[in-house]
């Protein structure tokens, strides 16, 4: 069973909607400046990809948004353009066989905050009472779930930076295995102080700017918004005359089991991960036209993810690119939004590129699609993501019948 | 489904560390012991608050003294349930592999609040110091997935990780997510379960709800508990081939969400999602409402939870079924307690006489058990359990 992706939907720093997504993303575009959310004036740092222009009541009712954080917002709000982009009838979405999985590393960061620093000021008896049920990361994929009807599972994978690909991968799984007809995935991740100040402690954030693969790269800035795709079995896609906007071909997941920070340096995992997802996909690293990289801009995850694409294509050097680079990280989010841009690659030929490089690092020998987009074959790509906790996952996307039938992968894999 | 073994379990809960306390306890409900003064915070100012912990709960027994300080409880009662499932199932032996590897086994983890003991510390130090004297060494287990990442590191288990967050539907749906990563292969072995730690915003948060104040005398009063199980999944087939004593099978999951109609409304127990996630999960294991010997229900004493899950189990299975409510002893232990339910379902499929009976007759014999759990928010799972036929 063959699973496409019929509509997405993106609430980015650089832009929300897809159009705007995707032409702020060939341009180069950077949504990366001083935060304004919270005060960040003895910290030490500044920057960060915040979405400055979302307002919750241009895509959600007022109880919607009364009742939710700022991250199941912006979930919410990619959820409802990604239906309308797959043109997907309410009457059809509200059915047992449709599902909601998606992915966060903190989800509701917002509401906890207010509880606890409530909490912290005035003690017990300041907590608003009806703040209570707002906090947990199961909240995003249920409040979507009420908003459009679905009836189905509805799961929400925490896997930290890696999370949209978990998310994607795993709904990818649950409909090849014929457990639904549609889920809305993806991934939501909100800037909030706490997280910030943890970055800026862990001395992982850069000055002013994110730099990947460069060789004066300084570290991560970080990001926030929603990336939501609308997967679809072909069975399902093809009964409603659907437009495909690309395919899920196979899915690699690996976990490094090595530090809760920092990547294995031979980096097994990410290769192994790398590894499966094509082999999954029926194919071999001399098919993959583009990579997108987890591409972070710290010394370690950049260095180490450039040993990978050498390990895995060896002399062959296929363009790779970082979003974060203009989008910033946005944690759980970033592979979800970064599939979305695979998934423009994947329309248009153009490669993304990875703004701020200047110097190239011999530590990081690949071909960085430098600064200006390029027009390139992108009929398969690839989509990294490397977590914190040593979560890798690599997920192959696809122009539709660019891919081998899943059956005969599954029967290859199987011989 | 294809039936799935279940060849080892890890658990921490108020009956205690280890298989065996769990075992004992359940033998003789009556015998536990009290629950002894709170450890995971300072509860003097709340009197004697409803709560349930793991008793005298000693990492260092299971992992000995180093590289603790700056693990949270939720971390460490993880860790240890994982290592005593990893030996129970016999894929280890005194630290060591004695069957699979690393790169053959993985972990689905569920989880409700990741560690609000790191958060709640951590924004204290902001708020009250200075956001620049936060612990950089602790900030990684304020990330929800930190405490199943830690698993995968402590116990060398590289095949994947995946935490999942679900309420206290998390376990149940834990075991849905392993089941599709061993059918496509991902993992010949997963670590499936749940965990949850006690904590004092915790208690306060379901103390604010009210949750936990005696609704009717005649019904017991919800307690929150703590606890983490893992159960060691393999297909079915590969455990035998490699000699793997096989405990029971999971045979059968089904998961259903129907959220409120009313706008205002966020928290909503739906029977009519638990009546469809049951007969889902009896189609998926292949037998019929009869079959089913034993509810292992998410029952709590929460009362608007529990009245719409016996009304849905009434109505898929009749009036007489009988009903445990293992969270009369767990406590509510959220992200961990469908893991805490199949924990106990494997001592009762293995011929322990069926305790904390709330509807029904105890059953005599035990073949088949459906574990229920109904979420807080219109979503609920099920799952079938069969011992050795």
Redesign the interface.
């Known amino acids: 069973m063959r699973v496409f992706i019929t509509g997405v939907g993106v609430v980015s720093s650089i832009g929300l909607g897809k159009d705007a997504f995707f032409q702020a993303l060939a341009a180069g575009k950077s949504g990366i400046g001083p935060v304004e959310a919270f005060d960040v004036s ?3 740092r500044t920057n960060a990809g915040e979405v400055k222009d979302f307002r919750p009541r241009d895509h959600l ?1 007022a ?2 948004a009364r ?1 939710m954080g700022r991250c199941s917002q912006m979930a919410l709000a990619a959820a409802r353009m990604a239906v309308a982009d797959a043109g997907l009838a309410p009457s059809v979405l509200e059915s ?1 066989r449709t599902s909601v999985v998606l992915g ?4 509701e960061a917002d509401v ?2 207010d ?3 409530a ?3 005035k003690g ?1 008896a300041g ?1 608003r ?1 009806a703040w ?8 995003l994929p ?1 409040h979507v ?2 908003a459009l009807g ?11 930076c890696a999370a949209g690909n ?1 998310a994607i991968g ?1 709904a990818t ?2 409909i ?2 014929g ?1 639904a007809d549609v889920i809305i995935t993806g991934a939501a991740e909100m800037l909030q ?3 910030f ?2 970055f ?4 992982a954030m850069a000055p002013t700017r994110c730099q990947p693969f460069d060789l004066n790269r300084q570290g991560l800035i970080l990001g926030e918004g929603a990336g939501i795709l609308v997967l679809e079995s072909e069975a399902h896609a093809v009964r409603r005359n659907a437009r495909v906007l690309a395919e899920v071909g196979g899915h690699g ?9 920092r990547p294995h340096p031979d980096a097994a ?1 990410s290769k ?1 991960a790398m590894r499966q997802a094509i082999e999954r996909s029926g194919i071999t690293p001399d098919d993959i036209d583009f990579v997108n990289a987890h591409g972070t801009g710290t010394k370690h995850n950049d260095s180490a993810e450039s040993k990978v694409m050498r390990d895995v294509f060896g002399e062959r050097r296929v363009p790779i690119s970082s979003m974060k680079s203009m989008l910033g990280h946005c944690m759980g989010a970033a592979s979800a939004l970064e599939a979305i841009g695979c998934v423009m690659t994947l329309e248009t030929g153009i490669y993304p590129p990875t703004i701020n490089y200047e110097t190239p690092d011999p530590e990081c020998d690949v071909d960085v699609v430098a600064n200006t987009a390029r027009k390139g074959k992108a009929d398969i790509v690839l989509n990294n993501s490397l977590a ?4 890798n996952s690599v997920t192959c996307l696809a122009r539709p019948g660019k891919l081998p039938p899943p059956s005969e992968v599954a029967k290859a ?1 199987a011989a | 489904m294809n039936p799935k073994a279940i060849t080892g379990l890890g658990i921490a809960s108020a009956l205690g560390t280890g298989r065996s306390t769990l075992e004992d306890g359940l033998k003789n409900p009556d015998g536990i012991a009290p629950p002894g003064p709170i450890q995971s915070f300072d509860a003097s100012r709340y009197g004697t608050p409803p709560i349930v912990e793991v008793p005298g709960f000693d990492p260092t027994k299971y992992l000995g003294d180093k590289g603790l300080r700056t693990l949270d409880r939720l971390t460490k009662l993880l860790v240890v349930a994982a290592r005593l499932s990893l030996h129970d199932a016999g894929l280890k032996r005194d630290n060591q592999w004695a069957a699979l590897g690393p790169d053959r086994v993985g972990v689905c983890c569920s989880n409700a609040y990741g560690s609000l003991e790191a958060i709640t510390e951590l924004d204290r130090v902001a708020v009250l110091e200075d956001a620049r004297y936060i612990n950089p060494a602790k900030f990684p287990n304020t990330v929800s997935n930190s405490a199943s990442g830690y698993v995968s590191i402590w116990e060398d288990l590289r095949a994947l990780n995946v935490s999942v967050s679900d309420g206290n539907c998390g376990a149940l749906d834990a075991v849905a997510c392993a089941d599709v990563f061993l059918e496509t292969g991902r993992a010949e072995a997963i670590l499936t379960g749940g965990g949850e730690a006690m904590s004092e915003a915790l208690y306060l948060a379901f103390d604010k709800l009210g949750a936990l104040a005696a609704s009717d005398p005649s019904s017991p009063r919800a307690r929150l508990g703590e606890g983490a199980a893992f159960l060691v999944l393999e297909p079915l087939e590969r455990a035998r081939a490699r000699g793997a004593k096989v405990l029971a099978t999971i045979d059968g999951y089904g998961t259903a969400f129907i959220g409120p109609k009313d706008d205002a409304t966020l928290l909503y127990a739906s029977s009519e999602a638990l009546e469809r996630a049951i007969t889902q999960a009896l189609e998926d294991a292949r037998i019929g409402a009869s079959d089913v010997d034993l509810v292992v229900s998410g029952i709590s004493g929460i009362a608007r939870y529990d009245d719409e899950e016996r009304a849905a189990i009434t109505k898929v299975l009749g009036a007489s079924r009988p009903i445990a409510a293992p969270k009369l002893l767990f406590g509510e232990t959220l992200g961990a307690g469908a893991a805490l339910a199949m924990a106990a379902s494997l001592a009762w499929l293995d011929g322990v006489a069926p305790s904390c009976i709330v509807a029904g007759e105890r059953p005599a014999k035990v073949d088949t058990v459906l574990v229920t759990s109904v979420g807080y928010y219109g979503n609920a799972s099920a799952l079938v359990m069969r011992g050795l036929r």
Request: hydrophobic share 45%.
């Open positions: 003895n910290l030490g009712t109880a919607e009742r047992p966060t590393t903190m989800g906890l905050a509880l606890d620093h909490w912290i000021a017990a907590v009472r209570i049920p707002k906090y947990g990361s199961t909240l249920i779930a009420r679905a009836q189905g599972a509805v799961l929400t994978l925490p896997a930290a978990y795993f799984d649950l090849r295995a457990k102080e706490l997280q100040c943890g800026v402690r862990l001395a997941m690996t976990c490094d089991a090595y530090h809760i920070t995992g192994a914190f906790g040593g979560y894999n």
